[in-house]
């Protein structure tokens, strides 16, 4: 295309930079591309029933800890487990938090306290994930999760990366990508955990409280 006048010049620059950035967005589509309303984590259990989760308003600039399309607010200073600290768990798969087109990062929430007052606390993050394709609890405590990681179960000769009900999370939240990289996870038995669960090396800020009303079944 022959381009003349500087008007015309100017007018396929603008075109030129349009379609480029078209062109990326198109590219990397797990990218900020759900809108911040949705991604938002505002529920999480607590021994077996919901409540409120409202993470720290995060300050201008700031960058946030994404989980998928899911926000996580800022990371806070020093992010290795503190005992002060409470814990959240972010439990793959689950059925709490969902949006379409991004499946493989489908998680419960779950907490082990509720706050005495409204104000942020720290809370340590775990990833906790299911390795057993047999096993199809939707998990919403602590006590859950601790009983499936203490029990085990043998990965045949025929179980592949793949058949992990959370592969693709593993992969990419835990840099977990092969059987082989799960070999140290390995009880004295041979046998894997039911549930892994590890430390996800970041920490938040975030306030809980009890909901008013509970939700209903398959509302959530």
């Not at 959370?166 to 835990?174: H, N, S, T």
Request: glycine residues 4%; proline residues 9%; aromatic residues 10%.
């Amino acid at each position: 295309m022959i381009v003349s006048s500087r008007a015309e010049r100017m007018a396929f620059a603008v075109f030129c930079v349009a379609t480029s950035a078209l062109a990326v967005h198109r590219a990397w589509p797990g990218r900020d591309t759900a809108k911040p309303d949705a991604s938002q984590i505002r529920t999480a259990y607590l021994d077996g029933r919901m409540v409120a989760f409202e993470l720290a308003p995060v300050p201008p600039g700031t960058r946030v800890k994404r989980v998928g399309p899911w926000q996580f607010g800022a990371r806070v200073l020093y992010p290795t487990p503190r005992d002060r600290r409470q814990n959240l768990y972010v439990v793959a798969p689950g059925s709490e938090h969902r949006l379409p087109g991004y499946e493989a990062y489908d998680h419960n929430d779950i907490i082990n306290h509720m706050p005495a007052t409204d104000s942020p606390e720290e809370w340590d993050v775990y990833w906790a994930v299911v390795l057993d394709p047999a096993l199809k609890q939707d998990f919403r405590s602590e006590n859950e999760l601790l009983l499936a990681t203490q029990n085990e179960f043998h990965p045949g000769e025929d179980f592949r990366f793949e058949d992990i009900p959370a592969a693709e999370f593993l992969r990419d939240m835990v840099s977990v990508g092969s059987l082989d990289e799960l070999e140290k996870y390995r009880r004295p038995s041979g046998n894997l955990p039911q549930v892994l669960i590890v430390p996800a090396d970041f920490a938040v800020r975030a306030s809980a409280h009890e909901l008013e009303n509970q939700p209903q079944a398959g509302d959530h």
